[in-house]
Nanobody
Framework: QVQLVESGGGLVQAGGSLRLSCAASGRTISTYTMGWFRQAPAKEREFVAAINWNDNNARYADSVKGRFTISRDNAKNTAYLQMNSVKSEDTAVYYC???????????????????WGQGTQVTVSS
């Protein structure tokens, strides 16, 4: 099984930037679609971004499109989420996840992602 560990969270001012990392161990992520989700207090976990395993095609939630960028480095077995122009509504626990299905489409549902990290807190101050 693959283990996922997020890092890079913290406190950032509105308008600032943050880069989250997701380090994988136990298995290579080269055949996994990697995704980022987030969960704010008293809210459902929601899709943020995902990047496909075969062609690096990426999908984004409308709320982050143009501000966040997902990437991956298979040689380092790591996925990233670059967060720019952050807003107070981006405050949440951010989770990294892996979709093992090798689907050619980029899934956005939590149900499609079998492996999850423990999460990293991102707090945006206004």
């Amino acid at each position: 099984q693959v283990q996922l560990v997020e890092s890079g969270g913290g406190l950032v001012q509105a308008g600032g930037s943050l880069r989250l990392s997701c380090a994988a161990s136990g298995r290579t992520i080269s055949t996994y679609t990697m995704g980022w989700f987030r969960q704010a207090p008293a809210k459902e976990r929601e899709f943020v971004a995902a990047i496909n395993w075969n062609d690096n095609n990426a999908r984004y939630a409308d709320s982050v499109k143009g501000r966040f960028t997902i990437s991956r480095d298979n040689a380092k077995n790591t996925a990233y989420l670059q967060m720019n122009s952050v807003k107070s509504e981006d405050t949440a626990v951010y989770y990294c996840a892996a979709d093992h299905s090798m689907a050619l489409v980029v899934h956005t549902s939590t149900a499609d992602f079998a492996s999850w990290g423990q999460g990293t807190q991102v707090t945006v101050s206004s």
